[in-house]
């Protein structure tokens, strides 16, 4: 499913900040005695210094046009102990896209980094493949391994490959799209995968449909189903041939929803459907990703089944992938040589000049003739900045935004002007307004944005293949479990409806796997056929093993229980099982630990005290 919030702009913060994006700064930090303070401070003021900053034992002023060098000659005074560049601190995102131009260069999109994919190499010589229930998948697109995709036709959509909206061909991209350079990497770069084309940009489908592309999914391969649709009501039929899918060793993964509600999607609600959610980039839950109670039957009757709600979640919010060539609107912007975040507002073109800052742009000013002008928000329309900007002689507009975050804007419907304009967050401002030059580009792109649950889905198809391609001996209800069993908990402590057990994480998975084996140690959790959950029972002991301190911790309970040392969350594992808390051989103190039921975290154990 996808939200209709297709963003024309690479919203991508890098997480290392480059130095020479900011060369052009004139602030620096003075310290310097408090009792002597004042002196310095009317020496600064002399010089034609503001003062930022008054703080104990320094100051902040900025020298407009000097450089430190020229700073430290002027402040040549005995009070003074350091002069030093006040570095710039921004706000930054967990997880985030690479900057730059998909066009010539290739993107990292942060759910890779966030589910740990760029940590796992995808065997190519296993015989993994994911088959994609969805719009088609275009092959103008060259950012796949087109020799290893197969498809099947349909006299209803027609060809597989030639796409019925670009839906398709961005789930595939997250998926699959290869590591080759250029564009977008997927999960599992380069997998083999199947297309089914079930719906059009103008269309739909039945369950019947579904039912069918599954069995189509089973004669071309397939080993994993990706499914970023669904709807309301059960069907019988459907449902029996995904259980025959899973049955004969395959997973299937399907959207949870994007209406932001407790309602249950299919088919992503049947239990053999790994329903899944979708996060943002600081692992929060996406506002619009649904959350079905896991719940079955009414009253005393009722029973737990995580098999019918959110089972994990992967990152699903502006989401950058691949498109039907020339389908997306995408903006890049590039100031002094280094990518920025940006969001394209209106009039294509490339251009690269000089940068002028022009203030609010309330009046034409003849100094940006020729140059790109960096414009305050404020005051006026965007559409009147940027016609001020055109009618002085610039060639390209950047709206600065005046609140934190991305500036996303358009120029209204009776745009006069031909420049291109692009907005940029509060966080560049100084950058671009110290700048000496920069370069817009917005236009057609095969690149773009997506945001849902049918975005989050595909990254957990990528990485359940990633995984699998490492261990083609598992089943893909082994995988389904490892990829749970290991999921980064997030939210409230344990599973809950929004996140099921939490993000997905490739490498831990395969650890979990390589430690464990395929049957693994750590079932899903079920709840009691009859009667309440008891608080688990949990026994400690200390003893030395292979040169190490070890408490050997057992739970005595129904279900899965998180272990706790000292109040702090150090593990989740399966009831009556042995979990070793190690430690080195010099290690001593007083711990204390105890249990709790991994769904209803308020029934825990006593706490127990180990020494040693």
Known sequence: MKVTKIASAIAALSLGMATNLYAQDSRYVIQVDNANKGIVKALAAQMGADINVDGDGFIAATFEGKDLSEVKGLLNNPHIKLVELDQRRSAMALFNDDAGNPTNQQLT??????????????????????????????RSNSDFNWNAITGSDDPGTGAWDVNGGPHGTHVAGTIGAADNGYGVVGMAPGVPMHIVKVFTASGWAYSSDLA????QCAQGGANIINMSLGGGGANNTESNAFANFVADGGLIVAAAGNDGNS???????YPS????????????????SQFPSCSSGRGKRATFDETICVEATAGGVQTLSTYPAGMASLSALTVDGTAIPTSGMENTGNITANTYFMGTAEIPDSN?????CVIDRGNISFHDKVLNCENSGGVGAIIVNNVEGMLYGTLGDANATSIP??????????????????SISIGASDYGYMSGTSMATPAVAGIAALVWSNFPECTGEEIRA?????ALDSGAQGHDVYFGYGIVQANDASNYLTANGCQGTTPPPTEPPTGEPTPPELTASHAMMKGKNVVELVAAASRDVNLYRNGTFIAKVAPNTVYGDKFNRNASGTFTYQACDSIDTSLCSEVITISF
């Open 273 to 288: 459907v790994m329903m899944i959610g979708a996060n943002d980039a600081d692992n929060n839950i996406a506002e619009f």
């Open 482 to 486: 490892a990829l749970k069993a290991t």
């Open 368 to 372: 940006a003739a020729g140059k790109i």
């Open 109 to 138: 999109p942060y759910a890779v980094y966030q589910s740990q994919a760029n940590q796992l190499m995808f065997n190519a010589n296993s015989d993994i493949k994911v088959c994609v229930i969805d719009s088609g998948l275009d």
């Open 212 to 215: 069918y592309a599954t069995q």
């Open 263 to 269: 309602a249950r999607s299919y088919p992503a609600g």
């Open 421 to 438: 304009a692009a907005g940029a967050a509060l966080a560049q401002r100084d950058a671009l307004v110290g700048s000496i030059s920069a």
